[in-house]
Structure formats: structure tokens, C-alpha cells
């Protein structure tokens, strides 16, 4: 996973408003809100890339202030078009929804 990162760092694009760099906080405040855990290689990616803004595809974000990416967002806008609650969004779209199934897949 460090390589990935290490790529998407450097690829990180300059925008007017920074997305926050995610902290272990961050993490639990997502766990105890979603009332899950999350898998581990998401969370890495999190704490590694998860402020990175590159291209157009946003994934959802885990600090709060980081506004219509906050995966809190992501999740009820998933939940009311009908995606199953044992999917976990992790991006969104045009009303598109990437998800994570319980075993970690995409």
C-alpha cells in the first residue's frame, strides 16, 4: 500500500481549499458514526492519501469539515437510493457509488 500512496502523493493537485489530512480521530469518530470497522487497508489509505485531490473522482472523506465528501454525506445519499447498508460507499458519482462489500473487495 506504501507505493500507492507514495503515487498518489505525489500526484496531489493544488486546490483553493485543501481537503484536511485525516487523523486516528478522524478514524473512530467514522467507526463509532458508521457502526463499523473499517478494513485496514482503507484506513491506510486514509491516513496516507486521504487529503490527496487528484483528477475528478472524489472519494469520500473522513474529516467532517471536508463538506459534500464527508462520508457521512456519502452514506445517507447511498442509503436513500437504495444502496444495501452491508455496502460501504466510498465514492460517489453523478448518483454512482463505489463501495466496499464486508470482505474488504470494491
Do not use: W
Not at 54 to 63: H, M, N, V
Amino acid at each position: 500500500m506504501e507505493a500507492p500512496i507514495k503515487i498518489l502523493r505525489e500526484k496531489s493537485q493544488s486546490v483553493p481549499r485543501p481537503l484536511p489530512r485525516v487523523t486516528p480521530g478522524d478514524l473512530a469518530r467514522t467507526e463509532t458514526t458508521l457502526g463499523r470497522t473499517l478494513p485496514p487497508e482503507y484506513v491506510q489509505r486514509q491516513l496516507g492519501a486521504g487529503d490527496v485531490v487528484f483528477g475528478t473522482l472524489e472519494p469520500a472523506t473522513l474529516p467532517p469539515e471536508s463538506g459534500h465528501t464527508y462520508i457521512g454525506s456519502v452514506v445517507e445519499g447511498a442509503r436513500a437510493a437504495g444502496v444495501p447498508a452491508s455496502l460501504l460507499p466510498i465514492s460517489e458519482d453523478n448518483g454512482a457509488y463505489d463501495c466496499l462489500a464486508p470482505d474488504g473487495e470494491v
